[in-house]
């Protein structure tokens, strides 16, 4: 019945991915016109493509005049719902008359002395138009919700998939040979995606223990094996769920396009159609999302006598109160620090303030080890600034001059990271006092994890060649 709005190829308001008619048109420059959702759902990454699915041309797109195409589109199917309801077999056998009423109660049609008859007094009664109106409706509003859920699975595959590469030792050594190192980049060359975690914490714990005396060989290889381990089952973990995020986002494509078939099915029999069992199996796919589920973290390890190393160069700090603020995302952009979009950021609604302290005096030479107590606190930030830093005033977590560890909470989960670079550590969150080690010949500076005597982490040597003050900041909410 369809073919007839097929006779001129140009006009024709089928798709040409799904064969169907349009539902939110777009258009190619290079001609080819397509639902929106065939096209967001003909990509991996569930985006509009650069390039034309059918051609492969690159591409700008544009929506298509959606008013008048759907005019279009629904002229096209209502006459051929007139000519179906008014063929000699499908009038009413009865009176012999067109059908135009809807009675929901018997999910039937009736010409209208049939829909006044006895039998269905007590019905309400809607005209034909109606219905299919309402049964468009509320197929689009699925839909839409549903292709909302297909994108947003999308965004936490790609999440869990960052987080993979960091893990996963073969995809790093694949992505380095398409780039052509022939080095390894340092920390400060690669972004914070490029990293493998592992190989990255097992160099700087080579190095610390390097510097241990009297050597701890067996202690250190044991450390080594043991991260290995856990890595290597944390890689394991992070694959089942992407397999299951996958899934899943194939589960609600499929359900989308079920839907996507039915909204395209004749008038006349989307009219007889009931949707509630569709809708109710759409509803309940889109209800439990996939999300990155397990937050990967190593387990804090003790390391012996380097807590003793590090105290042989304790030194009495004197913080002073710098402000008061009580603008928590002035501090901790947290943006910066996660890959999620800013509107989803838990952070940004908390109401609190925050307090950051700096040491009275500032360093220039030397080494110099302190501790600072944080057990009374969900979130806060500690290490060194420089003046630049300070004077700038904007005390942004993140900007350039300030060296830290910054611990913030994210929902039930603890996230550790340390600024420029911004780098995350997935390591336990200190329980208690955070140790603080500060070269400044080699210019960088280290985080102890004092109850459990591990590093958590130490910057690469040279990160700074300039004065710096200890500073720290806690947020309340
Ligand atoms: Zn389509
Ligand atoms: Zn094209
Ligand atoms: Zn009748
Ligand atoms: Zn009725």
């Not at 049609?109 to 009664?125: E, F, G, P, V």
């Not at 160069?313 to 913080?319: A, D, G, L, S």
């Not at 030479?365 to 979130?379: F, M, N, R």
Request: glycine share 4%; net charge neutral; aromatic share 10%.
């Amino acid at each position: 019945m369809e073919s007839d709005i097929l006779q001129t190829p140009q006009e024709a308001p089928i798709c040409f991915l799904c064969q169907g008619i349009f539902m939110d048109p777009i258009s190619l420059w290079c001609g080819h016109r397509f639902c929106k959702a065939c096209l967001i759902l003909s990509t991996e990454d569930m985006g509009i493509p650069d390039i034309c699915p059918i051609c492969k041309q690159p591409s700008h797109w544009m929506f298509i005049d959606n008013i008048s195409l759907r005019n279009l589109v629904s002229t096209v199917r209502e006459n051929s719902l007139m000519k179906y309801l008014s063929s000699e077999e499908h009038k009413c056998v009865i009176h012999k008359e067109r059908k135009t009423k809807f009675c929901g109660e018997s999910s039937a049609l009736l010409c209208q002395l049939c829909s006044d008859s006895q039998d269905h007094r007590s019905h309400t009664h809607c005209t034909i138009g109606d219905r299919v109106s309402m049964q468009m409706m509320k197929l689009e509003k699925q839909m839409a919700s549903l292709l909302k859920k297909v994108q947003k699975q999308q965004e936490n595959v790609k999440a869990e998939r960052r987080t993979i590469f960091q893990w996963s030792p073969a995809l790093q050594s694949e992505f380095q040979d398409s780039q052509g190192y022939t080095e390894k980049p340092c920390l400060e060359e690669k972004t914070i995606e490029e990293n493998h975690y592992v190989t990255l914490r097992e160099e700087m714990i080579r190095t610390a223990y390097s510097q241990l005396y009297p050597p701890l060989d067996e202690e250190e290889n044991q450390y080594m094996a043991c991260m290995k381990n856990q890595s290597s089952t944390i890689l394991e973990e992070l694959r089942k769920t992407e397999a299951m995020m996958v899934h899943k986002r194939s589960q609600l494509i499929e359900m989308y396009q079920e839907l996507m078939a039915m909204s395209q099915k004749p008038y006349e029999v989307l009219l007889l159609q009931d949707l509630d069992d569709l809708f109710r199996r759409s509803e309940l796919v889109q209800l439990s999302l996939m999300t990155p589920s397990i937050k990967p973290k190593l387990s804090a390890h003790s390391s012996t006598g380097l807590t003793a190393r590090f105290s042989c160069f304790q030194v009495k700090i004197f913080f002073q109160n710098l402000i008061l603020l009580n603008c928590p995302r002035l501090v901790f952009d947290v943006r910066r620090f996660t890959s999620r979009p800013c509107n989803e950021n838990p952070f940004l609604a908390v109401p609190g303030s925050y307090r950051a302290s700096f040491g009275a005096e500032s360093f220039t030479t030397g080494k110099h080890y302190w501790e600072v107590d944080l057990k009374d606190h969900e979130q806060w930030a500690v290490g060194v600034c420089n003046n630049v830093w300070l004077k700038k005033r904007n005390y942004k977590i993140g900007s350039k001059g300030a060296f830290l560890l910054v611990c913030f909470k994210d929902g039930d989960h603890y996230s550790l990271f340390t600024t420029c670079p911004t780098f995350h550590h997935y390591i336990e969150k200190p329980a208690r006092r955070v140790g603080v080690f500060l070269d400044c010949e080699g210019g960088f500076v280290s985080f102890l994890d004092v109850a459990t005597s591990s590093l958590i982490y130490s910057y690469c040597p040279g990160t700074f060649h300039c004065t710096v003050r200890p500073y720290y900041c806690t947020v309340y909410t």
